[in-house]
């Protein structure tokens, strides 16, 4: 829904160009190109970020089920290591090697 608002957006921008400025068409398909490239990489940077999103949300739901799932070479699971919500880190619990040892969840795999 999102791209569909940013596509409107858009487009009441290039209608402005056409209808309301006083610049040549080279400057109108300059802007227009510049704004269509800015709109790329906005969806693309989205994009991106929920595939990111997605992998470390997997990496939680495993963690949870009781699955080992690896992070920055160790091994985790929750005998060894708490979850923390806010922050979605794994912390190590007291009685372990790993004790207040500190991970992103998302730098699982």
């Known amino acids: 829904m999102d791209y569909l608002a940013g596509l409107v957006v858009a487009g009441l921008l290039f209608l402005s160009l056409h209808y309301f400025t006083e610049l040549n068409k ?22 991106y970020n929920e595939k990111q999103r997605d992998k470390m949300l997997e990496a939680v739901l495993h963690y949870k089920q009781g699955k080992t799932i690896r992070c920055n070479g160790e091994d985790i699971n929750s005998s ?9 880190t794994f912390i190590g619990k007291k009685e372990t090697p790993n004790y207040a040892e500190m991970i992103s969840a998302s730098s699982c795999q």
């Open 80 to 88: 060894t290591y708490s979850l923390s919500i806010g922050t979605y």
């Open 26 to 47: 080279s400057q109108k398909i300059n802007t227009s190109l510049f704004v269509l490239i800015l709109i790329l990489l906005a969806v693309a940077y989205n994009s």
